[in-house]
């Protein structure tokens, strides 16, 4: 098992300590890869998870960096990848495990992720996002006419369908079981993402080596949106910046997918002020816009950040009907 820290050494204590609640009689191979917190995460996690192997890196490189880092320091042949911002019910890893066990062609499963209410979120896709299903992440205005009829969403399967078997083409990276000999012939995680979308990019070339991708309804894990909060209010400034290296990728021009996502961002800052007139909703509408406004500040001067000088310390869950990853 993999979790990369940046900051959260309480969160990876939940979230490992949830682990070894649940792992039944699993034998586990704990890794933290900590991505240079400087903040006291290293020795704090040695004394209180002694257990666990923690892996100090030199400098924040990213979380796809974190997980190369993971994969070089452990052995298994079957690795799950969890954010310190999850908390993983009982049954849930057996369940994985014996799932890849059982289907030799499935390189990675997911499970599905619950808020810490317990109410469902959509953490597996149609198809792979393109330049409209990444502005429609940062479109609060679609996003919340979506969520009132999930399955006709053109990107997100509804958790409906996903409890009904339906196979993903990707899947959220919040918590994923992946098979050594996949993440062998797809290589590493690109690590020119710093945050965000990495997974996604890495899942396309998993397909590309004919490896399924699954969610599986019988495991649950729960997931925050970054942590949850006021982190939660707004996507990150990471989350443009990796939409934006993901869509060059694909040969879209910066200017156009720029100019998509600011559209998405002014439509959401326009739609938020006009409920913050309602006073039951003001303060907390009229946070969100300011944080929208602030992302579209950035996102207009081309502020978006390239290294950890401002890295969101989890990440969150991938977006649907207007929420975000």
């Known amino acids: 098992m993999v979790v990369v820290n940046y900051r959260t050494p309480e969160l990876v204590e939940r ?24 903040d006291g995460s290293v020795e ?13 890196m030199e400098e924040n490189r990213g979380f796809a960096a974190g997980v190369n880092a993971g994969f070089r320091h452990s052995q298994a042949e079957l690795v799950v990848v969890l954010n310190p911002d999850t908390e993983v019910r009982p049954g849930a890893l057996r369940a994985l495990f014996e799932h890849l066990g059982e289907h030799r062609e499935t390189g990675v499963v997911a499970p ?9 979120s959509s953490n597996g ?16 205005p679609l996003g919340y006419a979506l969520s009132y009829a999930p399955s006709l969403h053109p990107y997100a399967l509804s958790p409906a369908a996903l409890q009904a078997g339906a196979r993903p083409a990707h899947v959220c990276g919040a918590a994923m079981a992946i098979r050594r000999s996949a993440y062998d012939q797809a290589g590493p995680l690109d690590e020119s ?30 997931h925050l949106v970054r942590g949850g909060g006021e982190g939660a209010l707004a996507p990150s400034p990471h989350f443009v910046a990796g939409a934006l290296n993901y869509l060059r990728l694909k040969g879209v021009s910066r200017l156009s997918s720029r100019g998509v996502f600011a559209l998405a961002l002014t439509s959401s800052w326009l739609t938020l002020r006009l409920i913050a007139c309602w006073p039951a909703k003001r303060e907390k509408a009229t946070r969100q816009a300011h944080a929208y406004g602030a992302l ?11 290294d950890g000088s401002s890295q969101a310390p989890v990440r969150k869950v ?8």
């Open 296 to 306: 579209l500040g950035r996102a207009l001067r081309g502020e978006m950040p390239q």
């Open 15 to 38: 979230c490992i300590g949830s682990v070894l609640a649940t792992r039944d009689a699993l034998e586990l191979e704990t890794i933290v890869i900590d991505n240079a917190s400087c």
């Open 112 to 120: 599905l992720l619950e808020d810490a209410e317990g109410h469902l």
């Open 193 to 222: 993402f710093f945050l965000y979308l990495e997974e996604t990019e890495w899942q396309y070339r998993v397909t590309q080596q004919r490896w399924a991708i699954e969610v599986l309804p019988t495991a649950r894990v729960c």
């Open 125 to 140: 896709y149609r198809h792979f996002p393109g330049l409209f299903t990444l502005g429609l992440d940062l479109c609060l």
């Open 44 to 56: 704090r996690l040695r004394t209180s998870l002694p257990t666990v192997q923690v892996v100090e």
């Open 318 to 325: 991938a977006a649907h009907g207007g929420s975000q990853r």
